[in-house]
C-alpha cells in the first residue's frame, strides 16, 4: 500500500496530468475515424489518460519497477478524478496551489544544485505542507461534489456516470 508520504509526493504529476489533457483541443489534428473512436467512448479515454500517466512516469522514474510505475499511474489517475469531479471553485484553487508546487520544487532544485541546505530545508518543509493542503482539499472537494450531485439528480445519481459518463458535467 503507498503510504500517505508517497501519495503527497505524487500532486506535482497531477499538473502533468491536467496538462497533457488539456492538449484535448488539439484533436481536431487527428483523423475523422479517431476522433469518431474518442468521441463518446469514456472508457477509451480514461485508458488513454492511464497510458499518459504511465509513459510519463517510465520517463521521469526510470529507476523504478514496471510494478511500481503502474501502482503510482492507478493512484495518480484516483487523484486525477477527485480533481475532475470537483467544482469549478475548487478545481481553480487545486490547479493554482499546483502551479505554486510546481515552481516551489523548481526552487528546491536549485538550492540543491547551489548548495544552500538552509532555503532548502524551509523549502521542503512548504512543499511537504502545500501537498499536505493540497490533498485534503482534493479529498473535501470531491466529498463535497459528490453530495452537491446527489441533491441535484436524488435517485437519478450514479456513481459510474460520476465517473464515466456525460449526465453529471453540467454542474
Known amino acids: 500500500m503507498l503510504q500517505l508520504n508517497e501519495l503527497i509526493n505524487l500532486t506535482p504529476l497531477l499538473l502533468i496530468v491536467n496538462i497533457s489533457i488539456l492538449t484535448n483541443f488539439v484533436g481536431e ?9 474518442f468521441k463518446n467512448n469514456m472508457i477509451l479515454k480514461h485508458l488513454i489518460v492511464l497510458l499518459v500517466i504511465y509513459t510519463s512516469l517510465t520517463v521521469l522514474e526510470k529507476d523504478k519497477t514496471p510494478t511500481y510505475r ?3 499511474c492507478v493512484y495518480i489517475w484516483i487523484l486525477y478524478l477527485l480533481l475532475t469531479k470537483n467544482t469549478l471553485r475548487m478545481t481553480s ?3 493554482l496551489l499546483m502551479i505554486g508546487l510546481y515552481i516551489l520544487e523548481d526552487y528546491i532544485l536549485h538550492s540543491q544544485k547551489t548548495n544552500n541546505k538552509v532555503i532548502e ?5 512548504y512543499s511537504i505542507f502545500l501537498k499536505y493542503v493540497i490533498l485534503i482539499l482534493l479529498v473535501l472537494g470531491h466529498i463535497w461534489y459528490i453530495i452537491k450531485q446527489q441533491s441535484c439528480y436524488g435517485d437519478n ?15
Open 93 to 95: 484553487i487545486l490547479v
Open 157 to 171: 445519481f450514479n456513481y459510474y456516470d460520476l465517473y464515466f459518463g456525460y449526465k453529471n458535467e453540467n454542474i
Open 29 to 37: 489534428t487527428l483523423g475523422n475515424k479517431m476522433r469518431q473512436l
Open 70 to 72: 503502474f501502482k503510482q
Open 121 to 125: 530545508e524551509k523549502l521542503k518543509k
